[in-house]
């Protein structure tokens, strides 16, 4: 509808900024493809969708830069199969991105107002297979554990020990982990039979993960 040859211009672009990025696996180049970062970026803001940049969101939150959730999803290896559960909905983007890929994904955040206008642009992209919740996605979500894949982009001092539990034997958790909100490292988490194996990724920077329900406006 509004695909002007600059708007397809710019996707091209985004999407070649994303493989020189380090984002070249390619089901997640291809869900990327499909999900319009356009949708999920209001107001001022909505004319930089296509630009590899971190932008501000409602509730004083952001939407991540483009190839981290492109590198995050691919990091996760996600499967057809795999139900995935995401702390920290924001925009919604990232949680859109994994349900090209995954059978289903389960998104919290702790701002309703950002699970209420994820969910307008879930429906209007007829995506059935992504369930939101609002409460602090650090207790995950123990009616509907264990998760094959846990995501978390929000930075925690450590990975919570209820998502921990809540990952299958064989699990994969990605998440951004640091001191301070300036230094955080994006590690991955395997679940062993025997123990949790971890390996850290890159250098990122993440809004913190809070505790406790927002209040909004
Ligand atoms: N994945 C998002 C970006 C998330 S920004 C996207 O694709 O747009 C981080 C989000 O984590 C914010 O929306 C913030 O409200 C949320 N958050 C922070 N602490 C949280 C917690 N304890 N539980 C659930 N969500 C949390």
């Known amino acids: 509808m509004n ?4 708007v397809a211009e710019r996707k091209m672009q985004f999407l070649f900024t994303l493989r020189s990025r380090g ?3 390619a089901a997640t ?3 990327m493809e ?4 356009g949708d999920f970026v209001k107001g001022l803001f909505a004319e930089r969708a296509y630009e590899d940049m ?8 952001t939407i991540s830069q483009p190839s981290v959730v492109g590198l995050m999803t691919q990091a996760l290896k996600v499967e057809p199969r795999h139900r995935v559960l ?3 909905t924001g925009s919604g983007y990232q949680a859109a991105v994994l349900a090209q890929i995954a059978r289903r994904v389960y998104t919290i955040d702790r701002h309703p107002r950002l699970v209420r206008e994820a969910e307008v642009v879930f429906d209007k992209m007829k995506l059935g297979n992504v369930t939101t919740f609002v409460g602090d996605g650090s207790h995950g979500l123990p009616d509907q554990a ?3 894949r846990i995501i978390v982009t929000a930075a925690a001092e450590d990975a919570p020990g209820p998502l921990l539990a809540q990952m299958k034997i064989g699990g994969i958790m990605v998440l951004p982990v640091g001191q301070s909100d300036t230094v955080q490292s994006l590690i991955r988490v395997h679940r062993l039979e025997t123990g949790y194996d971890y390996e850290e990724l890159r250098p990122v920077r993440f809004v913190p993960l809070v505790e406790g329900l927002a209040k909004d406006e």
């Open 3 to 6: 695909d002007t040859p600059s």
């Open 23 to 25: 984002v070249t696996e």
């Open 29 to 31: 180049l291809e869900a």
């Open 34 to 37: 499909k999900v319009d970062r």
């Open 54 to 61: 971190p932008l501000p969101i409602a509730c004083g939150q």
């Open 86 to 88: 995401e702390v920290g």
């Open 146 to 148: 264990p998760f094959d």
